[in-house]
């Protein structure tokens, strides 16, 4: 009995700690919408980007996917992934707030755009 092997896609490392503070939800932004459907971007950062995930489901819907893989104080790593066939029915919410997050001064992140 054989299997046919998945065919997974690529997954992309974006490190925001490396991004000037000013050029952070630009770059983001860019980086998401230079991904195809099934591509996912692996998001590092010290600090939970809450502001910024709440903008991610303003400007996308539910075309982003939103998976965290860790959610540890300064280590925060998040799974973005393209679904462009994702239906509006399914909800794309940020998990409660942990504090620290863009727009509480910790990164300099305005919380808006």
Excluded: W
Excluded at 65 to 77: K, S
Excluded at 85 to 91: K, M, V
């Amino acid at each position: 009995m054989s299997s046919t092997p998945v065919m997974t896609r690529p997954t992309h490392a974006f490190d925001a700690r490396g991004v000037a503070k000013r050029f952070r939800h630009a770059a983001i932004f860019g980086a998401l919408e230079s991904l195809e459907d099934g591509e996912t971007m692996r998001f590092v950062n010290d600090h939970d980007p809450l502001p910024l995930i709440q903008q991610m489901a303003q400007r996308y819907g539910n075309q982003i996917g939103v998976v965290y893989v860790a959610r540890e104080p300064g280590n925060i790593v998040i799974d973005f992934t393209v679904q462009a066939n994702a239906t509006d029915d399914a909800p794309v919410a940020p998990p409660a707030s942990g504090g620290g997050g863009c727009g509480s001064g910790g990164c300099g992140c305005s919380g808006s755009r």
